[in-house]
């Protein structure tokens, strides 16, 4: 509480996930909920998985245009949008709102009233994809590496607490997987699967980026293994497993924190950076990196497809990394003291 940068960063990006899942109600172009020949439907659940649309407004073929379509095809219908009206997948067409002229393409689409950070090239709103975009981002990030600190923690803590040839064995697997690297087994991994997905590049960045937080783990059960408390445990005979992951685990955990809250940040720059070279989250996911990557040959012409992705990514890293600083400062006794 006392680091005051580290605090901003965590409102940062706790109204960065905020506006992550809620991002279907911010900005898009399907109502958040409606009535429909006498039933209520939520169509912008369709933002988070395109199965979820209900299949009535398929059958009526509204063609993901529900303005006009509504009150054309059931005059008592009645709907709540969000309150930016732009779609993160398609290009708002003429007289499509009221009021609302259709969206620039290619260079024209610099900024404006209606398009507050621009469009790309095919005239899909820049201040849209951003916003649905960092649902992927954060996905990336707390998925990888939720699975990075479950395999960490378990294989640290066995190694850690048992010792012996069970530390060797476990020590040796974690020095292999560390000479794996992440980037070349994703682009290995695209080039093998026929449709690859966001979450088969969460599943790789998670299953190779566990070593750094085993080695922490270890390394903290094998200092506290030692301390009375444990010595005491076992003289009332608690058994092994309870004291792993009940009584040394829970004071274990305030170190092991910092590299994944350093792992999560790492995560959003590499699906970034994929993202940018055309490797990441296919369409039609947005991604920060893919409208990096659309600005890359037009940098000139359209600057916004480049700066205000750029600022996000640098912010939401930023803030991650100023995050595991003052976890760090608050949890090592040595830097408190040398304050």
Known sequence: ???????LALVYVVALAVIAVFSPMIVGTKPIVCRYKGQIYFPALAYYNRSWEPAVFQRDRFRNVYVGNLKEKDPDSWAIWPPLYQDPNRRVREGEWPGQPENPTRDEGSPNRFNWLGTNRAGVDVLAQMVHGARTALLVGFVS???????????????????????????????????????????????????????????????????????????????????????A???????????????????????????????????????????????????????????????????????????????????????????????????????????
């Open 1 to 7: 509480m006392r680091r005051r940068l580290a605090m």
């Open 145 to 231: 590496m939720g699975i990075a600190a479950s395999i960490g923690v378990v294989v640290g803590a066995l190694a850690g607490y048992f010792g012996g040839w069970i530390d060797m064995a476990l020590s040796r697997l974690i020095e292999v997987v560390m000479c794996i690297p992440a980037l070349v087994l994703i682009l290995a991994l695209i080039a093998i699967l026929e449709r690859p997905t966001i979450w088969h590049l969460m599943a790789v960045l998670g299953v190779t980026g566990w070593t750094g937080i085993a080695r922490l783990t270890r390394a903290e059960f094998l200092r506290l293994k030692e301390l009375d408390y444990v010595t």
């Open 233 to 339: 445990a076992r003289a009332l005979g608690v058994g092994q497993s309870q004291i792993m992951f009940r009584h040394v685990l829970r004071n274990a955990m305030a170190p092991v924190l910092v590299p994944i809250t350093f792992g999560i940040a790492s995560a959003i720059l590499t699906e970034s950076a994929l993202s940018f070279l055309g490797f990441g989250s296919p369409p039609p996911n947005p991604s920060w990196g893919t409208l990096l990557n659309a600005g890359r040959s037009a940098i000139q012409q359209m600057w916004w497809l480049i700066v205000f992705p750029g600022i996000a990514i640098f912010l939401t890293v930023l803030a991650y990394n100023l995050i595991g600083e003052g976890l760090q400062e608050a949890t090592d006794p040595r830097l408190s003291e040398a304050d």
